[in-house]
């Protein structure tokens, strides 16, 4: 069992950057596909990016590839999700998310956080 918590959310211009963070406090993510997902009000929780905790392997959804970067720090049991480029579109609560076996973020499954806001203003 593990038990993400995320910061790093906040208010940015379009065109800027934020990094989000995702520790484990309870667990750890080293068994897992350790994620990024995203709500925005009245839509659908979204598939943002995942990481291999074990290789480092990394997929990314569409929309984000080449303005995003996901990446791990094992020894501090510790998630990133560098966001450049932002667009108002990307306005969302980013959700961290653990789940086991490849392929498992496209069920939606697994452990999460509570969630930080995401605002991108025009």
């Known amino acids: 069992q593990v038990q993400p918590v995320e910061s790093g959310g906040g208010l940015v211009q379009a065109g800027g950057s934020l990094r989000l963070t995702c520790t484990a406090s309870i667990g750890t993510f080293s068994p897992y596909w350790a994620s990024w997902f995203r709500q925005a009000p009245g839509k659908k929780r979204e598939f943002v990016a995942t990481?291999?905790?074990?290789?480092?392997?990394?997929v990314y959804a569409d929309s984000v590839k080449g303005r995003f970067t996901i990446s791990r720090e094992d020894a501090k049991n510790t998630m990133y999700m560098q966001m450049n480029s932002l667009k108002p579109e990307d306005t969302a609560v980013y959700l961290c998310n653990a789940c086991s076996g490849h392929g498992c973020w496209k069920r939606i499954e697994g452990y999460w956080g509570r969630g930080t806001q995401v605002t991108v203003s025009s």
């Open positions: 990481v291999n905790w074990n290789d480092g392997s990394t």
